[in-house]
Nanobody, 124 residues
Framework: QVQLVESGGGLVQAGGSLRLSCAAS????????MGWFRQAPGKEREFVAVISGSGGSAIYADSVKGRFTISTDNAKNTVYLQLNSLKPEATAVYYC?????????????????WGQGTQVTVSS
């Protein structure tokens, strides 16, 4: 059974940075694309970033491009999301998820394992 555990969320001022981590159980971590999604209060869950199982390709939502960076450490079965130049509109619960495939996909329906989420709050 795959388990995903996020950490690293917190309260930060606008312009600040955070690094989210998602530790995954299982021995085939590099065989799947890993994604980050977020859900703000009263809004639907939205795609943030995804990285391929090999780590060779990544896709970002336009709203975070140039400020957020997704990366993986396959030796640690961990995917990271570096959040820089944070804005108040980034406030949300951030979820990591494992895709059913090795290639990058942005639709949440392509992901079959989800973490419990970590809260990110950006104050103005």
């Amino acid at each position: 059974q795959v388990q995903l555990v996020e950490s690293g969320g917190g309260l930060v001022q606008a312009g600040g940075s955070l690094r989210l981590s998602c530790a995954a159980s299982g021995r085939t971590f590099s065989s799947y694309a890993m994604g980050w999604f977020r859900q703000a209060p009263g809004k639907e869950r939205e795609f943030v970033a995804v990285i391929s199982g090999s780590g060779g390709s990544a896709i970002y939502a336009d709203s975070v491009k140039g400020r957020f960076t997704i990366s993986t450490d396959n030796a640690k079965n961990t995917v990271y999301l570096q959040l820089n130049s944070l804005k108040p509109e980034a406030t949300a619960v951030y979820y990591c998820a494992r895709s059913r495939t090795i290639v990058v996909v942005i639709s949440s329906s392509a992901y079959d394992h989800w973490g419990q989420g970590t809260q990110v709050t950006v104050s103005s």
